[in-house]
């Protein structure tokens, strides 16, 4: 399983340090299809996580929480960013 880091002041920190609370239900990856276009691509459970996280901040108007998801997939995985978010 890819394990996603970003390194910030010299100190790597996982999605778990990114976005406390946050919970990887799945163990294999997951196709995941934009509903507006139709377009789908797979991502790794943890990506998967933080779409379902960015996906709650949208849906509760939590617009810090739902900035800090897209910018993550732009750094991590701007495919899918681009398939599922643009």
């Known amino acids: 399983m890819r394990r996603f880091t970003v390194a910030m002041k010299n100190k790597t920190m996982s999605i778990f340090d990114i976005f406390p609370g946050i919970a990887i239900y799945d163990t294999e990856p997951v196709s995941v299809?934009?509903?507006y276009s139709g377009d789908s691509i797979e991502l790794t459970p943890e990506e998967v996580a933080v779409y379902d996280?960015?996906?709650?901040?949208?849906?509760?108007?939590?617009y810090k929480?739902?900035?800090?998801g897209l910018d993550w997939?732009?750094?991590n995985n701007a495919e899918a960013y681009m398939v599922l978010l643009d």
């Open 53 to 62: 996280y960015l996906k709650g901040c949208e849906m509760m108007g939590d």
């Open 65 to 68: 929480g739902l900035r800090k």
């Open 33 to 35: 299809q934009n509903p």
């Open 73 to 75: 997939f732009i750094d």
